[in-house]
């Protein structure tokens, strides 16, 4: 069985057509991967791109994207609201089949070099793959942005990886790195009441005291007038979602305010979902390995 | 993508080790399947086969199993406390994968006509590929048993769809048919009293005017002194497991009796676990199909 690697790198350019398919064309084209999703956010002026290869493919398409985004994208003039230090502003690898997380902090490193050496633009290692703790961060990396940035390389504690301490003068630099699946899961409430959702966000988030691997914040649903807690699932292995969503079932009720609704954005891999229901139904010594069906044709 | 199928034959014999390996040899060693598991019972002097294959793949297993069985297992000789009327008794085909219930029918059509040519062993077809609604029901079909088949084939409703009128002398008949995937699933009560998990087998149950497409009864489970309700479910998608679980939840709680545990026993369809983590979680607007990254992979 072939290792297969999950990509979701994201570009800075969210809104001009042509650039966008000239980069996604660069996954299309590439043997052995395939394309899963891309979705463009205007406001944010960033597309995430979604695929999954063999080691191999997933090389070949991670160099040649940012190769044809230091072309094409232009820093200097991006303007967006989501923070972004970069062309490709972040690779990471994932792991999805026979391939550990070893794996992916190879591919990353092996990526990493190339970009810096092929095109141009210095590389950060970050999360598991990051050289130090302080660099395991991406908003700690990220910090300064763009324009921050060729000050910031020339502090021993941030000189890129690989590609040295000079940034690229229009596509800056990036971050590749490894990581576990990451979920984005969106807890809906029956209130309008915007401080409800921002407060359970501040209650279950690792950064509050509450769950490990866990990001969240209260935001609101304008079209359909409810309030939400957005929630960033790191690693689903060491916090669940049947956890998260039982915590914020309860700290809502606190304000008779119950779950209307979840939504589990872009993809999300098995083994999360198999948890959820081994829980809720209660299984005994459940193995999905080996009971679930379709794991015998994976 | 190639039609992926499942197989299930229950062959009469659950003790003589060197007749179930020579039996589950014949999957063993044909190309195109994937022996997944088998298990005997001594006393029910039966041995479940699981394995999935290609059509092409499930053909030739199919009817080379039934050869062997014919071969080595006399009948005239069985006892067991699970009623039976052939050497292999049933074989069922369940879609897995691209394949349809359409082509496992024609495949049982196929595999029952070849069987009862090769091994001279009549065929019954059965579940989604009977031929007359009285001959669905698999425990119609076998009533009378290897004992009783030689005078109930001679009625004009009971006349094997391949294979003529005449039982195999040591063989008997075989059921094959199409049917959906059968989640075998059991809920443990934290009570020693077998009457509260008869009373919710009865309430659960189709034959009770409970779930379409759920069979239920109470047992004892004597190694642990509680008392189960023990669940076969013939279709998940008609009646799915939480829906089950949480009518048991309510009907033991009118007894002040929790669930203590659930177990899923030999193999599981994903959509099945999938359903039930969407349900729980609440999840809108969720398509697995896209949405796990795995089902990219099958």
């Known amino acids: ?36 999703d891309y979705s463009s956010d205007k406001s944010h002026n960033r597309t995430v791109i979604t695929y999954m290869g063999s080691m191999e493919g997933c090389e070949e398409a991670g160099v040649k994207l940012a190769k044809k985004a230091v072309e094409l994208i232009d820093l200097t003039k991006h303007q967006g609201e989501h923070p972004r230090m970069g062309c490709v502003d972040v690779m990471p690898f994932v792991p999805i089949k026979e391939a550990t997380m070893k794996d992916c902090i ?13 095109a141009q633009l210095p590389v950060f290692l970050y999360e598991r793959s990051a050289s130090a703790p302080h660099r395991e961060n991406l908003a700690k990396v990220r910090k300064g942005q763009f324009e921050g940035m ?27 790195g490894a990581r576990p699946p990451l979920i984005a899961y969106n807890i809906n ?15 279950i988030r690792e950064a509050g005291g509450g769950f490990k691997c866990v990001k969240a914040m209260g935001v609101m649903l304008e079209e359909r007038n409810i309030a939400q807690v957005s929630i960033n699932m790191t690693d689903f292995t060491v916090t669940p979602l049947h956890r998260v969503t039982e915590l914020v079932r309860r700290e809502a009720a606190r304000y008779g305010v119950p779950v209307i609704g979840t939504e589990l954005i872009g993809l999300c891999p098995m083994q999360a979902l198999f948890d959820a229901a081994e829980y809720y139904l209660q299984i005994e010594d459940f193995d999905a390995s080996v009971q679930v069906i379709e794991n015998h044709l994976l």
């Open 1 to 36: 069985m072939a290792k297969i690697i999950e990509s979701i790198p994201n570009i800075s350019e969210g809104r001009n057509k042509e650039i966008i398919e000239a980069c996604v064309d660069q996954i299309r084209q590439t043997t052995g991967c395939t394309l899963l």
């Open 106 to 118: 190879e591919l990353s490193k092996k990526v990493g070099k190339r970009i810096s050496e092929e």
């Open 150 to 176: 060729a000050e910031k390389v020339k502090d021993p504690d941030w000189i890129p990886d690989f590609g040295g301490q000079r940034i690229h003068p229009t596509a800056g630099v990036l971050a590749v």
């Open 189 to 203: 409430l029956g209130t309008e009441d915007l401080s409800i959702a921002e407060k359970i966000g501040k209650i």
